[in-house]
């Protein structure tokens, strides 16, 4: 066995430690799981809905509490993590609410008169693996539907948040789901690539890194499961000349700082027409000016720290190798102190096509600028990327702009609003972005089997 460190990346202190489970450990819950689904799918939705309504409720009755947690692992500001666990109530009010018009039967005529229909039933134990910048939010918006569907739930959390995921399955025994629905297995990669050999595990939801993505997505192939994947974001935020820049520049800093930048769906890319680019740039800058470093804890802190202070090496170095690429740095760029996770925010400019801060995600507050002639340019370096998860497009032309969101290769495009995922909203990628859907109807539709019956 080993050793999980729950560790607060603002102090640098460990908080707690945890032993990994043993092999007879895992063997014990995942039969355990397979046991429960038997049952499980089989209790009706109403009494589904009115278990997951009461996690909703345990939720938000506890929101100080669940939030300061998040904030203590991962150094998200306080005001952001409570937000977090609001959102996590909603999916779960959304899909009680909603789970039984989703899986209703579809009723089918044939053109001989004949009738058929779909039938939407639960595939059995489906294994989570989860990252660290929304530890509960990526769970939840995984479990909500899941359970709600029939399914049951195996969490593989990131290892540096292991006290969120013990707590997200108190949450659903404290809401009353029976023993075995939801489990939270402290675990490393290799035993996570081993459950996936397990013939009780039916299928694999991922969030994660394009590498964690391709080893998952390779076992469960191997292993003939069903796999979703959403992986890592580049996303555009194209600001035409005919935008209201004021708004525009105000929501980039936003979207570019949103969880300190380290959000899939964060927007990175800001590409701009060169009509406005000056202005825009300054009014980013002067609005990326006035946000507040401090402690996490504080109602009054904007920003803080990353999660881990490799993660802050790693993008410092990605900014240092763009600038010797011949990158600009008009904002920050210092190189943050040794074994810590804060870090300076950071706008670059003139980004050159060979550097990393062109082609690769930038998981973090760096915010890099592109100056385009015209709004067919922009479509062109919006799409010059592997990813493809998010993008928005600023404009007073509404008709104009809903003809370009077609032009981008993404799984969603924002007009003049803010890329954010939401319970009713399909949400997921193409590209290296992955694969699937979650939330909507959609993400309920991931994990079951989808049957056909013909009536003759």
């Not at 995600?361 to 062109?380: C, M, Q, R, S, Y």
């Not at 592997?386 to 032009?407: H, N, P």
Request: with cysteine; glycine share 8%; proline share 5%.
């Amino acid at each position: 066995m080993n050793e999980i460190q729950s560790l607060n990346p603002w102090t640098g202190k460990v908080l707690k430690e945890f032993s990994t489970l043993s092999p007879k450990e895992i063997e014990v819950k995942t039969a355990e799981s397979a046991k429960t689904f038997q049952a499980w799918k089989n209790v009706p939705i109403a009494e589904r809905s009115e278990l997951m309504k009461k996690a909703g409720e345990i939720l938000r009755q506890n929101k100080e509490e669940y939030a300061r947690l998040i904030t203590l692992e991962m150094g998200k500001i306080i005001r952001e993590s409570r937000a977090e666990i609001e959102k996590c109530a909603w999916a779960c009010d959304f899909y009680a609410e909603n789970a039984e018009e989703f899986l209703a039967p579809e009723k089918i005529s044939l053109p001989d008169g004949k009738k058929a229909k779909i039938i939407h039933q639960p595939l059995g134990a489906i294994l989570a693996v989860m990252p660290w910048n929304f530890p509960f939010w990526q769970v939840f918006r995984f479990a909500a539907p899941t359970l709600m569907a029939g399914n049951v739930g195996i969490l593989k959390h990131a290892s540096n948040v292991p006290q969120c995921a013990l707590a997200i399955e108190s949450i659903f025994r404290k809401a009353g789901f029976p023993e075995g629905v939801f489990q939270s297995f402290l675990i490393d990669t290799d035993a996570t690539l081993a459950l996936l050999e397990d013939d009780r595990i039916k299928a694999v939801s991922l969030t994660g890194s394009e590498k964690a993505g391709a080893a998952v997505a390779s076992a469960a192939g191997k292993n003939i499961k069903k796999a979703l994947l959403e992986l890592g974001g580049s996303d555009p935020f194209i600001v035409l000349a005919d935008a209201d820049i004021a708004k525009a520049a105000e929501t980039a800093v936003k979207a570019r700082m949103v969880n300190f930048g380290q959000s899939c769906i964060a927007g990175k890319r800001f590409i701009i027409e060169e009509s406005v680019y000056d202005v825009f740039l300054e009014k980013f800058k002067e609005n990326l000016s006035q946000l507040k470093f401090g402690d996490p804890m504080k109602e009054d802190s904007d920003y803080a720290c990353m999660a881990r202070p490799d993660l802050a090496e790693e993008l410092y170095e990605q900014a240092q190798k763009s600038v010797k690429k011949g990158a600009g740095i008009l904002v920050g760029g210092q190189k943050p102190k040794e074994g810590s996770a804060e870090f300076t925010p950071t706008i670059l400019t003139d980004i050159p096509k060979n550097s990393p801060a062109f082609s690769e995600e930038l998981f973090g507050p760096v915010a890099t600028i592109f100056k385009v002639k015209n709004a067919a340019e922009a479509i062109e370096v919006a799409n010059a990327t592997e990813f493809g998860l998010g993008a928005s497009i600023w404009t007073s032309d509404l008709t104009r702009g809903e003809a370009l969101t077609a032009e981008i290769e993404s799984g969603a495009v924002f007009l003049n609003a803010i890329v954010a995922s939401q319970p009713a909203l399909p949400f997921g990628g193409i590209k290296k972005s992955g694969f699937g859907r979650e939330l909507g109807r959609m993400g309920i539709l991931e994990f079951v089997n989808s049957k056909t019956v013909y009536l003759g």
